[in-house]
């Protein structure tokens, strides 16, 4: 277990590089001088904006700029923004709204996904079983920001049941509609891989094994069913906290949430490439150790599954 941990944090060096590296080429690859473009319609002279530009390593060709940020990176110090903020303050404000947004959401879809899913799968083509598959495939048919404007426009505007914007602090109470809205789409991918899972473990030998020898339906269901049906579902959670954190973009759009998402989506508009860079590291750190914790449940879920050296 030790070996596949240190194999897998291992594999997070070029993960990591590379990730950092395309996204910084690309913010470097935008059209348009973003110091000049603080300024509008009245810059100042060319002395200083050279010395601007200077002092942001952006008079330097693009792979020294990028070595020099990682240099910086590894030492703890990820910049600041064309606005002299420190990008480490701008973190740890918007880090925590977006952490808890994605929780909250990825708590309901796994939640209540796996519940619908597992309704679904025990009574399988039967009302419940084809309004879940419906509801589902509408969920994954409609984009997230119509659902979002939908929402905020019958809970919000209509039932006045939830604010149409969240408030800076954004407390739990006020993320509960921006997280049903993120989680609306992976809610549906887990209910319909849940369900299958089910239907296909329903069938097995050890589920009939297990019945045969006489044990409650229910520790059947929990035990031998539904405990070998998570492994895909865990799987498509692990994956999904990076989705939930790059989705994240649309739903605080919508609901106004200062978060990771409008914070990097004003970096990008701006071309502030070290501001980017350091949120997407972030999130790409964030994501191997999901998927790493993920691998290490397998374990637990399945006895087949075994890690060794």
Do not use: C
Request: glycine residues 8%; without cysteine.
């Amino acid at each position: 277990m030790l070996w596949y941990t240190g194999k897998r944090l291992l594999q997070m060096i070029p993960v990591f590089f590379g990730a950092t590296f395309l996204i910084y080429f690309m913010v470097f690859s935008l059209p348009g001088d973003p110091i000049a473009a603080l300024y509008g319609e009245r810059p100042p002279s060319d002395a200083v904006l050279a010395q601007i530009r200077a002092e942001y390593n952006l008079d330097k060709p693009f792979i020294v700029q990028y070595l020099l940020y990682i240099g910086n990176f590894f030492q703890g110090d990820l910049g600041t923004t064309y606005s002299g903020r420190s990008v480490s303050d701008v973190m740890a404000s918007a880090f925590p709204i977006t952490a808890r947004l994605a929780m909250l959401a990825l708590a309901f879809e796994a939640v209540f996904g796996i519940l619908v899913g597992l309704i679904a799968g025990l009574r399988k083509g039967k009302l419940f079983d084809a309004s879940a598959l419906v509801v589902s495939l509408l969920l994954i048919s409609v984009p997230t920001f119509v659902i979002g404007f939908v929402l905020q426009f019958v809970f919000g505007v209509q039932l006045g049941w939830a604010r149409t914007t969240v408030s800076g602090a954004a407390p739990i109470d006020e993320l509960i509609l921006p997280a049903l809205v993120l989680a609306s789409v992976s809610f549906a991918y887990i209910v319909r891989l849940t369900r299958a899972s089910v239907s296909d473990n329903l069938n097995a030998d050890f589920v009939r094994t297990a019945t045969a020898k006489g044990l409650s339906r229910p520790r059947v269901v929990t035990v031998h069913v539904l405990r070998n049906s998570l492994v895909p579902v865990i799987t498509f959670l692990g994956v999904d906290i990076g989705s939930l954190m790059v989705g994240a973009i649309v739903t605080e759009g919508i609901f106004n949430i200062n978060g990771v998402g409008g914070t990097v989506f004003k970096a990008i508009r701006l071309g502030e490439g070290p501001t980017v860079v350091s949120f997407i590291a972030v999130m790409v750190v964030i994501f191997v150790l999901a998927n790493l914790l993920v691998d290490l449940l397998y374990a637990a879920l399945d006895p087949r599954i075994r890690y060794a050296k």
